[in-house]
C-alpha cells in the first residue's frame, strides 16, 4: 500500500498528490512515469512523473479527473492508501547541454514538463518555459514553473488570464524573435492535439520537437502491446521505448484513433459507478 | 485380451474420461471446464498403472515426480502420502495437473500406452493436488536457515519453483514481480477456464509459506538493477522473467482499433478480469467476429476467450494444418466442441479498417503444404493469387512472444542471443555474469509451463551448490 501525503485541489477538475514511494523516488528520473491501481476491482493508471523528493521517499501526481478512475482517485485524501504504485516506468528524458530550450506545458501536461524543465535547467541550458491552458481556472504551477525556467510565458485559450492565445501562438513568437536557428530543441507535453500542431508548426521551421505520449496502456513493461504507436513507420511501444519520441515522426492521427478505442466503454463505467453511489461525483 | 492370465483382473484399455462442464453452457461463463475426477474414479484410474519395473514415464518429467510411487499410494486411497510425494519435487501440484503437456511428456513414455491408453498422470496429479487444497496443506520440510540472501526475478513458474526449492533449503528468498500479483503467465495468460486464478493463489500461499518473501509492483531493472540486487546483498539472482514481448506480424493495419497481441487480450481478461467490466475497472472491446492468428495453445485460450466474451464467431486462422499445430490436442478439441471454427492454410497479409480506424476485414492468402523445414514440421508455402477477404471486427495475433528485454538491457556482462534471450547453461541455468541464472522462457523463448519449472529447478540446485562452495 501506498500513503498519500499531501493533496492539493490546483482546479476543480485538476488533483496533484504527493505519493509515499521511496523505491521509486530513489530510482526515478525526469520524464518516467509511474502506473497506479486504487483497490483491487481498478485498472492500471499511467501517469507521468511531475516531481519527486528523494529524501522524502515521495513523487508527485497531477491529474485530471477525466474517467471513473481518475474520479475515484480525485476524491482520495491524503492519509488514504492507494493499492499499488509501480515505477519508475518509460525511459528517462534525455538530458543534456543543447543551449536555447523551448519547453511547452498545455493543460495538465503542465505537470509532467516541470521535471524535465528543471533538468534541462539545471546542466546549463537556457530554458524559455510556456505554460497554457483553455482558461484561468485550469492553470497551475505558475511559480514553481518561473522558478526553473530563464524565462516564462503564460497563455490562455480565452484570455482570461495574461494574454489571449494558444501555447503554439507564443512558441510561434519566441522562435520569429530569437530566430529559428538559436533554439535547439523544443519540447511539448499537453493534449494530443495541441503536440501535433506545436509538431507541425516546428516542422516547418526544422526545430527538432520531443513529445511524450500518453497513451493507452496496461502493463506499462513492453509485455502487451496496447500502447503501440507509429514513429517513423515504425511500431513503437510508448512504455519501453519512450514515453519521449522525435514529435515529426509521431503518426498522431493513428494515436488519436488508438486513444479513442475505450470512450464508450469509459461512459459506461462512469455511469454504472455513478448509479451505484447514487449519483454522487 | 482374455487370455492374459497372469494379470489379476483385466486392464480398462481406456482413461477414465475427464468430467467437464458441457460445452453450450460453459461459454456462457468463465469457470473452470474440467471439473476434475471423483474419488472412486481416481482410484480405479490410479489401478490401471502396472507398476511396470523400469517405469519410463519418469524420464518424461521434468521436474522428476516419482510417478509409480504417487499413483500406487493413490491406489491405496492414501491421498495424503500421494500429494506428499508429488510434492517432494513439484511446489505446483494443482497447476501442472491441469496445464502440463502430459500427452508428450509423461503419458508419452508410459507402459501401459504402447496397447491401450496410458494412464492419465495428469488428471491424477491434479486430482491429489486439489484433494489437499480442500483437506489441508501440509508444508514441505524447511531447512534452518543460513541466512543468505538469494532474488529471483520474475514470479511465474520458474521464479516460484526456483524459489520454493532454494526456500526448503534455508535460504532467504525474495521474489521480485513488476505486476501487482504474483504468477507470471498462470495469472495473466492462462485464462481462468483453464486453470482458475484461486488454485494459482493457493499455490503461491504455499510458497510464501515456505517463508518466501514476495514483491509486487518491483520492476527490475527499473526499481533496481540485477547489478544492483548483487551489491545490496543478494548472493545469487535468478532471471525468470519470461516471453513477456508480443510479436506482431508487421502487416498493414496492424495497429488499427481491434487488433490485440494475445498478451494484450488476455492480460486484460485474466490478470484485469475485464470479463467483469464494469465491475471491475479494465475495458475490453470484442467484436461480432473475431481472428485469431496462429495455432498454439495461447491461440486457442484467445479465441475460446473472445467467445465467452460474447463473439458470435471466432476463428483461429493458422498458415499450417491442423496436425502442425502446437497446440493441445485437449485444448483444440475443447475449442472445437465450443464451437471456435478454423481456417487452416490461411495466414492474413493485412487488414482494413474504416474511418474511425476499426477494423473491418482482413485480406488473407492461401497456403499449400512443401517440405518439412528445420522444425520437422512441412512448410506452409503461399498460393499466389489466393487472396480472399474475411470480414471479422476484432484481430488477436497470436504469433508467439520474445523475451522482454528489460532485464537484459539493464543487466551488465549478461549474455544474450540475436533473438533478445538470455544465453545460459541448460543443466545448470549459469550465465555469463558469475552469481547470475536464468531460466524458463527468457532462455528457451516461449514453451511450457513444466519446462519452466523444471528450469527453476536445475538452478535453484546449481545456485545451491555455488553459494555452498563460495560460503565453505
Same mark, same amino acid.
Not at chain 1, 502493463?219 to 496496447?226: I, L, S, V
Not at chain 2, 525468470?240 to 516471453?243: E, F, N, P, R
Given at each position: 500500500m501506498f500513503k498519500i501525503l499531501e493533496k492539493k485541489v490546483l482546479s476543480p477538475v485538476i488533483k496533484q498528490m504527493e505519493i509515499e514511494a521511496p523505491r521509486v523516488a530513489k530510482n526515478c528520473q525526469a520524464g518516467q512515469f509511474v502506473i497506479l491501481r486504487l483497490h483491487e476491482k481498478g485498472e492500471r493508471i499511467p501517469l507521468t512523473i511531475a516531481d519527486f523528493d528523494r529524501n522524502k521517499g515521495a513523487i508527485t501526481i497531477v491529474f485530471q479527473e477525466v474517467g471513473k478512475s481518475t474520479i475515484e482517485l480525485g476524491k482520495m485524501e491524503a492519509g488514504n492508501q492507494i493499492l499499488d504504485f509501480v515505477g519508475p516506468l518509460g525511459l528517462p528524458s534525455h538530458i543534456e547541454n543543447f543551449g536555447n530550450v523551448i519547453c511547452i506545458g498545455g493543460g495538465v501536461g503542465i505537470a509532467p514538463v516541470f521535471p524535465i524543465a528543471r533538468a534541462l535547467t539545471n546542466i546549463g541550458n537556457n530554458v524559455t518555459g510556456i505554460i497554457g491552458a483553455r482558461t484561468k481556472e485550469l492553470l497551475f504551477w505558475e511559480e514553481k514553473m518561473r522558478a526553473v525556467c530563464g524565462e516564462l510565458m503564460v497563455t490562455t485559450d480565452d484570455g482570461s488570464y495574461v494574454r489571449k492565445g494558444f501555447v503554439t501562438d507564443v512558441m510561434k513568437e519566441i522562435i520569429e524573435d530569437k530566430g529559428k !536557428?538559436?533554439?535547439a530543441l523544443i519540447l511539448a507535453i499537453g493534449p494530443q492535439p495541441m503536440m501535433r500542431v506545436v509538431c507541425n508548426v516546428t516542422r516547418e521551421y526544422g526545430i527538432k520537437t520531443i513529445v511524450s505520449l500518453n497513451s493507452l496502456m496496461v !502493463?506499462?513493461? /513492453?509485455?502487451? /502491446?496496447?500502447c503501440r504507436v507509429k514513429v517513423g513507420g515504425q511500431t513503437k511501444f510508448v512504455c519501453v521505448d519512450g514515453p519521449e519520441f522525435d514529435g515529426h515522426l509521431v503518426d498522431f492521427a493513428e494515436l488519436a484513433k488508438r486513444s479513442a478505442i475505450y470512450l464508450e466503454k469509459e461512459k459506461e463505467a462512469h455511469n454504472y459507478h455513478k448509479c451505484k453511489c447514487g449519483g454522487a461525483s | 485380451m482374455a487370455e492374459t492370465a497372469k494379470t489379476k483382473k483385466s486392464i480398462i484399455p481406456k482413461k477414465h474420461s475427464m468430467p467437464t462442464q458441457d460445452a453450450g453452457e460453459r461459454i456462457k461463463n468463465f469457470n473452470e471446464v474440467a471439473l476434475g475426477y471423483a474419488v472412486e474414479t481416481a482410484v480405479t484410474e490410479a489401478e490401471r498403472c502396472i507398476q511396470c519395473k523400469k517405469s519410463p514415464c519418469l524420464a518424461g518429467c521434468p521436474v522428476e515426480v516419482d510417478i509409480p510411487a504417487f499413483i500406487k499410494l493413490m491406489a491405496e486411497k492414501d491421498f495424503a502420502g500421494a500429494i506428499k510425494k508429488i510434492k517432494e519435487k513439484n511446489a505446483l501440484p494443482a497447476i501442472c495437473g491441469r496445464v502440463c503437456p502430459q500427452e508428450s511428456q509423461c503419458e508419452m513414455y508410459c507402459t501401459l500406452g504402447k496397447k491401450h491408453e496410458p494412464v492419465a498422470i495428469g488428471r491424477l496429479e491434479r486430482f491429489c493436488a486439489d484433494w489437499e487444497l480442500e483437506h489441508g496443506v501440509t508444508l514441505p520440510e524447511v531447512a534452518s536457515s543460513n541466512e543468505l540472501k538469494v532474488a529471483i526475478v520474475g514470479s511465474g513458474p520458474a521464479g516460484l519453483t526456483c524459489a520454493a526449492d532454494l526456500a526448503k533449503l534455508g535460504y532467504q528468498v525474495t521474489v521480485f514481480e +513488476?505486476?501487482? =500479483?504474483?504468477?507470471g503467465v498462470l495469472m495473466y495468460g492462462i485464462p481462468e477456464f483453464r486453470l482458475p486464478k484461486k488454485v494459482v493463489q493457493t499455490e503461491i500461499d504455499n510458497v510464501r509459506k515456505l517463508g518466501v518473501d514476495i514483491q509486487v509492483d518491483s520492476v527490475v531493472g527499473k526499481l533496481a538493477t540485477v547489478d544492483e540486487l548483487l551489491n545490496e546483498g543478494f548472493q545469487a539472482v535468478f532471471i *525468470?522473467?519470461? +516471453?513477456g514481448l508480443p510479436y506482431f506480424m508487421n502487416i498493414p493495419g496492424e495497429n488499427l482499433c481491434g487488433v490485440y497481441s494475445a498478451n494484450e487480450f488476455l492480460t486484460r481478461v485474466?490478470?484485469?478480469? +475485464?470479463?467483469l467490466f464494469p465491475e471491475y475497472d479494465t475495458p475490453i472491446r470484442i467484436g461480432r467476429k473475431v481472428a485469431v492468428v496462429g495455432g498454439g495453445n495461447v491461440a486457442m485460450d484467445s479465441a475460446r476467450t473472445a467467445l465467452r466474451l460474447g463473439a458470435e464467431e471466432s476463428w483461429i486462422v493458422y498458415r499450417r494444418s491442423k496436425e502442425e499445430m502446437p497446440a493441445r490436442i485437449e485444448e483444440v478439441e475443447h475449442a472445437e466442441e465450443e464451437g471456435v471454427k478454423f481456417a487452416f492454410l490461411t495466414s492474413p497479409t493485412q487488414i482494413f479498417g474504416n474511418e474511425? *480506424?476499426? =477494423?473491418e476485414r482482413m485480406e488473407c492468402l492461401r497456403y499449400e503444404l512443401g517440405e518439412p523445414d528445420e522444425s520437422g514440421r512441412r512448410r506452409p508455402v503461399p498460393i499466389s493469387g489466393s487472396e480472399y477477404i474475411m470480414e471479422v471486427d476484432t484481430v488477436v495475433m497470436a504469433i508467439g512472444q520474445g523475451p522482454n528485454p528489460l532485464v537484459p538491457r539493464t543487466t551488465t556482462g549478461l549474455a544474450v542471443t540475436k533473438k533478445g534471450n538470455i544465453v545460459a547453461d541448460l543443466k545448470t541455468g549459469a550465465t555469463s555474469k558469475s552469481g547470475v541464472y536464468a531460466g524458463g522462457d527468457i532462455v528457451t523463448g516461449a514453451a511450457t509451463v513444466i519446462l519452466a519449472m523444471g528450469a527453476g529447478r536445475v538452478a535453484a540446485n546449481a545456485i545451491h551448490q555455488y553459494l555452498t562452495a563460495k560460503n565453505t
Open positions: !536557428d538559436n533554439i !502493463d506499462g513493461t /513492453g509485455m502487451c /502491446g496496447c | +513488476a505486476l501487482h =500479483v504474483p504468477g *525468470g522473467t519470461g +516471453a485474466n490478470l484485469m478480469k +475485464a470479463y474511425q *480506424g476499426w =477494423v
